[in-house]
């Protein structure tokens, strides 16, 4: 399989891959730039192309993993050596009409992965086009499955909203820890103390989640007692309408990734 683009993302599913069993020697990388080339060198062994070249012909599976302004030139590059390929691509807002169009194929599925796929904790949206088969599919299942957690979506424009929730969703969380961290310095802790407290929560929290039967509002109310420190807290947020801000802020992203696919899809 080839990657084209080798920078964050390329490098959390190809450390996904290579721990799951799959030796360097069978991934190509196209990566113009030296400093991440030697970076996938000293991490993976992988020796990277500057260019794409016939190296890429007969690769099974093209992972597209570079930023939504560059995909247009990288696939004119690409595109005369990977006709045969199924393709992925993990680029925000980029259509797959686009992809096929630019590619001359309608092979692809497009993913919204995000950044725990460092650490084999990922989530990532799928979509896959009518002209993938059950086992493109499948191949896409075991690549992103080396990652996390996957789920398939039915219709293109929903991965906009998987964008805004999970895609991005990284960003609220260490946002989150950032203003948890601080309020914990305010009132007196050393700010490793407060930091570890906050993460430990947020790990805790989604873990006694994802093992509950129980819908988040029931878990949350089991934390407030009536009159207490929590129900101070959150009566506070509430009325400073912190769910709707939160809510208004996602739509804003999802906005965002439809307005991506119209910048750089054309
Ligand atoms: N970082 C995230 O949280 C996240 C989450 C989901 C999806 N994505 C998507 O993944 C894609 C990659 O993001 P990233 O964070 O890995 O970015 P990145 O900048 O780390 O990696 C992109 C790489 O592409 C390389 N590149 C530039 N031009 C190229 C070309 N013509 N041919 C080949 N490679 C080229 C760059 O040198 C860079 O190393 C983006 O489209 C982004 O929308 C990112």
New binding site residues.
């Given amino acids: 399989m080839a990657f084209?683009?080798?920078?964050?993302?390329?490098?959390?599913i190809i450390g996904g891959l290579i721990a799951n069993g799959l030796p360097a020697s069978q991934i190509t990388v196209?990566?113009?730039?030296e400093a991440?080339r030697d970076a996938l060198k000293a991490k993976f062994g992988i020796d990277a192309l500057p260019?794409?070249s016939a190296a890429l012909a007969g690769q099974d599976l093209v992972v597209?993993?570079?930023?939504?302004q560059?995909?247009k030139?990288?696939a004119a590059?690409?595109a005369p050596h990977t006709a045969q390929a199924l393709h992925l691509?993990?680029?925000?807002?980029?259509t797959t009409d686009s992809i096929a169009q630019w590619l001359g194929t309608g092979r692809i599925v497009r993913?919204?992965?995000?950044?725990p796929a460092l650490v084999g904790k990922g989530m990532t949206g799928l979509f896959a086009r009518p002209e993938v088969d059950a086992e493109g599919q499948a191949l896409i299942e075991r690549v992103i499955g080396t990652t996390g957690q996957l789920v398939w979506v039915d219709g293109e424009a929903k991965l906009d909203a998987v964008?805004a929730l999970s895609?991005?969703g990284?960003?609220y969380v260490f946002l989150f820890l950032e203003a948890m961290t601080q309020a914990g310095v305010d009132m007196g802790l050393t700010a490793p103390q407060a930091y570890q407290l906050a993460v430990a929560t947020f790990q805790g929290a989604s873990e006694l989640a994802a093992r509950s039967d129980e819908p988040a509002s029931v878990l949350r109310e089991r934390v407030t007692s009536k009159g207490g420190t929590t129900y101070a807290a959150i009566t506070h947020m509430q009325q400073a309408g912190l769910p709707q801000t939160f809510i208004a802020a996602l739509r804003k992203a999802e906005a965002r990734a439809q307005e991506l696919a119209q910048e750089f899809g054309r």
């Fill in positions: 084209i683009g080798g920078g964050n993302m390329a490098s959390a196209v990566e113009p730039f991440a260019t794409a597209w993993a570079v930023k939504p560059t995909f030139d990288a590059a690409a691509s993990v680029a925000a807002g980029i993913a919204m992965p995000n950044t964008t895609g991005s990284p960003a």
